[in-house]
C-alpha cells in the first residue's frame, strides 16, 4: 500500500515536470549557459601563459586546467541549483489545493516527503549527468575549452559520482521540500533559498579553487558539503597523489551522515506542517 | 425526503469547539448526530464555522474542545482510520491540472489503496456517472468549473467512503453547474448509500438537497431540521396572484385548498402562503379558473436565506461579515477557472 502511494506520488511529480517543456527547456539552458558563456570567459587557466606548472597542479586539485577543474564544480552546482524548485512547487501545490488532497488521504507523511525527494533527486542526477556530457562534448568542439579527464574511469568511479550527486541532492532537496512545506509564500521562500545556496556554494571550492581563499574560509570550504561531493568527482576525474589526503570513500561517508541528518530533520518538520493543528 | 429511514448516526459531535490562535471562536459547542444514510446541510454564511466544522471531522483541524467520531471513531485518536472511512471534497479543486482526469483518478486510488482490479472498471463508471467519459484524457487545466467540480466528487467516492464530506460544492458554478451537482450528490446517496454532510450559504440549494439541515452562525448551531420544518417555522413560500378580475372574493376559495397556511388579500391581488409553493401553484390558478377569476399573473417567492437567517439568528444574513465576502470567494473562483 505504501509502495503503490509512494510509486503513484513520484510518478506524478515526474509527469508534471515532463508536462511543463518550458520549465525543462529553462533548466537546461541554465547549465548551458554556465558551461558555455561563465565557464569559456572565466577561464583562469588561460591567465597562466606557460601552461600547467606544479603551482596551478595544486591550485586545480590535478585537474589539468581551470575548465576542467570547474566543470566538476559545475556538475554538482547545477544539482544543488536543480533542488531550488522543488520546494517551490510544493508551495504551488499548496495553493492548488493538491496537498489537502494529500493530507486528507490515508497516507503517511513520510510517503508524501519521499516521494517528492526522489522525484527531485532523480531530476537532479539526469541534470547532473547532463553537465558532464556537455563539458566533455566541448573538449572536441573548436575553440571552446572542454572537460579533459586524466582518469580510465570505470564503473566504480561512475558509480561513486552518481552516489555523491544523489547524496547531496536528498540531502537539499528534503530542505527545500520541507520549507516548501513550512512557508505560504514563494517570494519569501527563494528569499531564505539564496540565504542557504549562495553562501554555501561560495564558501566550497565548487568554483574557486582553495588556494586562493584566506585560510578561514579554506577552513569552512573544506567542511562544506557541496566541496565533499566535488572532492569525489574531482578525485575520481582526475586522481593525482599530489593532493587529496582521504579517499572518495570518506567524503561519501560523511557525505551519506549529512543527508540522513537532513532527511530526519525535514520529515520532522513536514510531518508538523502537515499534521492537523 | 423525511419518508426515508435512516441508520444509526454515524457523525456525532458533541459541544465542538474550536478557537483559532489569533482568539478567532470559529465553533462554539457544535452538538449535531447525523444518521447513515443521511443528506446533511450546514447552512451559514462565511465565517459562519461551518468549514472549520468540517475540517474538524476531516481530521485536518484539531478540536480545542468537546469531541467528534465518525463511524464510531475519534476523529483526533484514530485520524488515520477516519480518513480511510470518508471522502472529502473542497471548494477549491485539490486535482492536478498537469495530469489528465483519469490520471487524477488513478492518483488517488492509488492514495486509497483501491484494489488494482477494481480501481479500473471503477474509474470507468464514475467518469461515466459525471459525463466526464469523454474528456478523460484532457488535462484538467483544460476542465470547465463544474467538470472540476465534477472530478472531484468522482474522487471523493473513489474509496468508497462512508461519509462524503463537500464543502461548498457548488460555489462559483452557474446555475446550470449547480443542478448538475445536486443531481450528481443525490445520485451519490441513492446508489452507493454514502452518508454525505455539505455546507453551503445558498438557501434553495439546501432545501432541495438536504433531509435535514443545521443553521450554523458565530459558531453556534441556531436552529436543526428538515427544510420543511425550518421553512414552517419561517413562514414558507409566499404566492402572489393577481386575478384578472378584483371583484371576486378568492380568500375562502384559496384557503380552502391544502397546503394553504394563509391567505391576506392585498392591494391589487392576494398573498398566500404555503410550505410547498411549486406543488400549489397550478392547483390555484386551477381553483381561481374555476370560480370565474383566472389569473392574470402569479410569483413564487421563497424564503430567502435573509428571511431565514433573521428569523433565527435575529440579524441580516451579510451585516457583518465584511464587503461582499462571497462574491470574492466567486470572483476568486472564477479567476481560478479561467487561468490556463
Known amino acids: 500500500m505504501t509502495l503503490r502511494a509512494y510509486r503513484a ?8 515536470w515532463i508536462r511543463t517543456p518550458t520549465a525543462i527547456a529553462a533548466s537546461i539552458m541554465t547549465p548551458f549557459f554556465y558551461l558555455l558563456l561563465f565557464g569559456q570567459a572565466f577561464n583562469l587557466g588561460k591567465l597562466i601563459p606557460s601552461g600547467p606548472t606544479p603551482e596551478t597542479l595544486i591550485a586545480f586539485q590535478g585537474a589539468p586546467d581551470y575548465y576542467s577543474y570547474f566543470s566538476a564544480g559545475m556538475v554538482i552546482f547545477v544539482v544543488v541549483f536543480s533542488t531550488l524548485f522543488i520546494g517551490a512547487n510544493v508551495i504551488f501545490d499548496k495553493r492548488l489545493g493538491y496537498v489537502k488532497k494529500l493530507t486528507v488521504a490515508p497516507v503517511s507523511r513520510v510517503v508524501i516527503l519521499g516521494a517528492s525527494v526522489s522525484a527531485g533527486v532523480l531530476r537532479c542526477l539526469l541534470f547532473g549527468g547532463l553537465v558532464i556530457a556537455l563539458a566533455l562534448g566541448f573538449a572536441h568542439l573548436p575553440g571552446l575549452a572542454g572537460l579533459t579527464v586524466t582518469a580510465a574511469i570505470g564503473p566504480l568511479g561512475v558509480a561513486e559520482i552518481a552516489v555523491a550527486m544523489a547524496l547531496l541532492a536528498t540531502a537539499f532537496t528534503s530542505l527545500f521540500v520541507a520549507l516548501g512545506y513550512v512557508l505560504e509564500q514563494v517570494e519569501a521562500y527563494f528569499a531564505l533559498v539564496n540565504l542557504v545556496n549562495l ?5 566550497s571550492t565548487a568554483i574557486a579553487p582553495s588556494t586562493l581563499m584566506p585560510d578561514w574560509l579554506k577552513t569552512i570550504a573544506s567542511g562544506n558539503p557541496i566541496t565533499l561531493a566535488v572532492n569525489v568527482l574531482r578525485e575520481n576525474l582526475f586522481p593525482w597523489s599530489g593532493y ?9 561517508g560523511v557525505l551519506a551522515a549529512f543527508a540522513i541528518a537532513m532527511v530526519g530533520l525535514c520529515t520532522a518538520v513536514t510531518v508538523r506542517a502537515l499534521n492537523p493543528r | 425526503m423525511s419518508s426515508r429511514s435512516f441508520g444509526p448516526p454515524i457523525i456525532v459531535t458533541d459541544r465542538l469547539e474550536k478557537v483559532y490562535p489569533g482568539g478567532t471562536k470559529a465553533v462554539a459547542g457544535v452538538s449535531v448526530e447525523v444518521r447513515a444514510g443521511e443528506i446533511f446541510g450546514f447552512l451559514g454564511p462565511n465565517g459562519a464555522g461551518k468549514s472549520t466544522t468540517v475540517g474538524i471531522l476531516t481530521t485536518l483541524l484539531r478540536p480545542s474542545g468537546g469531541r467528534a467520531t465518525v463511524d464510531g471513531l475519534d476523529v483526533v485518536d484514530h485520524a488515520a482510520e477516519v480518513r480511510r472511512r470518508i471522502g472529502l471534497v473542497f471548494q477549491e479543486s485539490t486535482s492536478d491540472d498537469q495530469l489528465t482526469g483519469r490520471e487524477n483518478l488513478e492518483l488517488t486510488a492509488a492514495l486509497y489503496d483501491v484494489p488494482p482490479a477494481d480501481a479500473g472498471p471503477r474509474i470507468d463508471r464514475l467518469l461515466e456517472a459525471m459525463s466526464l467519459s469523454a474528456v478523460q484524457h484532457r488535462l484538467v487545466k483544460t476542465y470547465s468549473g463544474g467538470m472540476r467540480r465534477r472530478l472531484e466528487l468522482a474522487a471523493g467516492v473513489l474509496h468508497t467512503p462512508k461519509v462524503l464530506f463537500l464543502d461548498e460544492p457548488t460555489l462559483g458554478l452557474d446555475p446550470q453547474g449547480r443542478a448538475g451537482i445536486g443531481e450528481v450528490v443525490r445520485r451519490m446517496r441513492d446508489e452507493f448509500g454514502v452518508t454525505v454532510f455539505l455546507t453551503t450559504h445558498y438557501l434553495d440549494e439546501a432545501d432541495q438537497l438536504c433531509d435535514r439541515i443545521a443553521i450554523i452562525d458565530h459558531g453556534e448551531i441556531k436552529a ?24 371576486v372574493d378568492l380568500v375562502p376559495i384559496v384557503s380552502a385548498l391544502p397546503g394553504v397556511v394563509g391567505v391576506q388579500r392585498v392591494e391589487s391581488g392576494y398573498r398566500v402562503k404555503t410550505l410547498r409553493g411549486e406543488a400549489l401553484t397550478p392547483r390555484v390558478v386551477q381553483a381561481c379558473h374555476d370560480a370565474g377569476a383566472p389569473v392574470a399573473s402569479v410569483a413564487l417567492k421563497r424564503p430567502s436565506l435573509d428571511e431565514v437567517f433573521l428569523e433565527f439568528t435575529g440579524r441580516a444574513y451579510r451585516e457583518d461579515e465584511g464587503p461582499g465576502a462571497t462574491e470574492m ?4 473562483n472564477q479567476f481560478r477557472g479561467r487561468r490556463r
Not at chain 1, 199 to 203: A, G, V, W
Not at chain 1, 244 to 252: I, Q, T
Not at chain 2, 329 to 332: D, E, G, I, S, V
Open chain 1, 9 to 16: 506520488l513520484t510518478v506524478r511529480e515526474l509527469k508534471r
Open chain 1, 199 to 203: 553562501p554555501l556554494l561560495f564558501s
Open chain 1, 244 to 252: 587529496y589526503p582521504y579517499p572518495p570513500e570518506l567524503y561519501l
Open chain 2, 224 to 247: 436543526l431540521g428538515t427544510p420543511s420544518e425550518l421553512k414552517e417555522k419561517v413562514g414558507g413560500d409566499v404566492l402572489t396572484i393577481v386575478p384578472q378580475r378584483p371583484d
Open chain 2, 329 to 332: 470567494a466567486l470572483r476568486m
